[in-house]
């Protein structure tokens, strides 16, 4: 029986076009100005000497620090400084009201019934935390947070990486084999499954033809209930 339900984001709950097209280039145009004027103030300074260590840099400056996100942003690197940083841009436009969190529509009725069935909710993204809150709670539909029991970043691991999905285990106190993982991304099923969860792929555009996982095309049709039987 599932117990958990533990949900990617990007392509999973809202659309990548979202996080391509308004997220990053939000915070790609603010975050050299934002590093500059908060580098002494924490979190930044953090976030910033959490970059030295990544680099192997202790004594990099403020202007290298920056060009080195801006070469992460490029290559899409999976960086815990970088996602800090540019989530705490992101939280000055969604208090301004220049966007709100995309979800599509299938995704607040489907959580609402599974909170309703005694089901516990979790995020997992490569976003941090902080992101991942700001996008729930300032959701095109409001602020759906109080659904969720908890967030996971990459603080506990990589999402393509085994170990991760034991560590959220861990974390949630729940066996494995009651855990589902949803993503739009068969590489991480590969790793949940191989940690002993259930998993779904959401499947919003071409079926995955790699993938080795059951597909939906929408939150809709995932009955939990129905999955460890």
């Not at 080195?68 to 899409?76: I, K, N, P, V, Y």
């Not at 690197?77 to 000055?92: C, E, F, P, V, Y």
């Amino acid at each position: 029986m599932i117990r958990a339900i533990v949900t990617d984001i990007e392509g999973t709950t809202s659309d990548i076009r979202f996080v391509h097209n308004v997220l990053f280039p939000y915070a790609r145009k603010r975050l050299a100005a934002f590093v500059k004027a908060q580098q002494e103030s924490e979190p930044v300074r953090a976030a910033l000497d959490d970059l030295r260590v990544e680099i192997a840099d202790p004594k990099a400056d403020t202007d290298t620090l920056i060009q080195t996100l801006f070469r992460f942003m490029d290559e899409d690197r999976k960086s815990t400084a970088l996602k800090a940083l540019q989530g705490h841009i992101w939280r000055d436009g969604y208090l301004n009201g220049d966007f709100t969190g995309h979800l599509y529509p299938d995704v607040l009725p489907a959580l609402e019934a599974w909170r309703a069935q005694g089901l516990d909710l979790y995020v997992y993204s490569s976003g941090s935390v902080a992101a991942q809150k700001l996008l729930f709670g300032y959701s095109d539909a409001g602020d759906i947070t109080p659904l969720f029991s908890g967030y996971f970043d990459t603080h506990v691991g990589a999402k393509r990486e085994e170990q991760s999905y034991r560590n959220i285990a861990a974390h949630i106190g729940a066996p494995a084999d009651t855990l589902l993982f949803l993503s739009d991304i068969h590489q991480e099923l590969d790793a949940a499954r191989a940690a002993g969860w259930h998993t779904l792929q959401l499947i919003r555009g071409e079926p995955d033809a790699h993938s080795q996982h059951r597909q939906v095309a929408s939150f809709s049709d995932i009955l939990p209930e129905q999955i460890a039987l």
